[in-house]
């Protein structure tokens, strides 16, 4: 099983990025996909999630700003950040959750950065 985030960058405040995660090596339609991000000397926080039915759920803090979206033929999972922050700043990470059994995969991450 392998997930591998990219799209990570350095923007400015209130620019925009996408990062994507590309899964393999499980039945990505089945899998609640999330990204979560953690910031240095922050505890991992969940972003963002969408259920292999397509229904999704966002951090308050992401709210109409960031959207998710996922590819089920690609096996991708996407995440638009508009209006990028100060306080937007973290290695992001792809984590896909088995809708039954305890499976639960992680990605290594992509650093996002944003100049103010």
């Known amino acids: 099983v392998e997930l591998v985030e990219s799209g990570g960058g350095l923007v400015q405040s209130g620019g925009s990025l996408r990062l994507s995660c590309a899964a393999s090596?499980?039945?990505?339609?089945?899998?609640?996909m999330r990204w979560y991000r953690q910031a240095p000397g922050e505890a991992r926080e969940l972003v963002a999630d969408i259920t292999s039915g397509g229904s999704t759920n966002y951090a308050d803090s992401v709210k109409g700003r960031f959207t998710i979206s996922r590819n089920n033929a690609k096996k991708t999972v996407d995440l638009q950040m508009n209006i990028l922050k100060p306080v937007d700043p973290a290695v992001y990470y792809c984590n896909a959750e088995h809708p039954y059994y305890v499976l639960i995969y992680w990605g290594k991450g992509t650093l996002v950065n944003v100049s103010s």
């Open positions: 090596g499980i039945i990505f339609s089945i899998y609640t």
